[in-house]
């Protein structure tokens, strides 16, 4: 079975552009959860969509908005990016809506300058 | 409140040895205690996980001790290896399927 894929694996923007990350959970899984990943900061969720719809949001700014398709596939979506959103996306995908055993994707890493 | 604090920030540990990572929680509705390993260049991975119903749970050569009157947790990495060398990450959340809190990471070096 093919494990969580993450699409672009590295992206480079400038400060005020708009940007979308995808995410293809594991077949048959139908929760996805988002992550920002920094040195300072660690690991911190962004949100989890369950069956088209958003579950659970962390404390990021309006900025920051994902959705999720009918095949479970997942986008992420950041606009007028800033400095600071430079960080390794990471998406994680389980069964159910639960967080037992969540599988991680390799991650995007965005740089913005 | 949210925070999962974890010590120390980095480890390094000889091979063979025993390499402890500790964490504490605050909120005590908190129900499932992942570990999760981080090799450079991949997403963190499920280790070994408890809930605060048992006080140990082993698998292999890890061990998560867990204090729930204290709420802290730790894992042990016994006879420690170079490929354990990774980053840890603990965390905390409601089985319920709340949103998941993580420690900040640890990164183990082992010397071979």
């Known amino acids: 079975k093919a494990g969580v894929t993450q699409t672009p694996r590295y992206l480079i923007k400038t400060r005020g552009q708009q940007v979308t990350l995808s995410c293809s959970p594991i077949?048959?899984?139908?929760?996805v959860s988002w992550y920002q990943q920094t040195p300072g900061q660690g690991l911190q969720f962004l949100f989890e969509y369950f069956s088209e719809t958003q579950r659970n949001k962390g404390n990021f700014p309006g900025r920051f908005s994902g959705r999720q398709f009918s095949n479970s596939r997942s986008e992420m979506n950041v606009s007028t990016l800033e400095l600071g959103d430079s960080a390794l996306y990471l998406c994680?995908?389980?069964?159910?809506?639960?967080?037992?055993?969540?599988?991680f994707g390799p991650g995007t890493r965005l740089l913005v300058l | 409140q949210q925070q999962v604090k974890q010590s120390p920030q980095s480890l390094i540990v000889q091979k063979g040895g025993i390499s402890i990572i500790n964490c504490a929680y605050e909120?005590?509705?908190?129900?499932?205690f992942p570990w999760y390993q981080q090799f450079p260049g991949k997403g963190p991975a499920l280790l070994i996980a408890i809930r605060p119903d048992v006080s140990e749970k082993k698998e292999g050569r890890f061990t998560i001790s867990f204090n729930k009157s204290a709420k802290q947790f730790s894992l042990h990495i016994m006879d420690s290896q170079p490929g354990d060398s990774a980053t840890y990450f603990c965390?905390?959340?409601?089985?319920?399927?709340?949103?998941?809190?993580f420690g900040k990471g640890t990164r183990l070096h082992i010397l071979p």
């Open positions: 077949s048959g899984h139908r929760s």
């Open positions: 965390a905390a959340s409601l089985l319920s399927g709340d949103k998941i809190i």
């Open positions: 909120n005590t509705a908190f129900d499932y």
């Open positions: 994680a995908s389980s069964i159910g809506t639960g967080q037992e055993t969540q599988y």
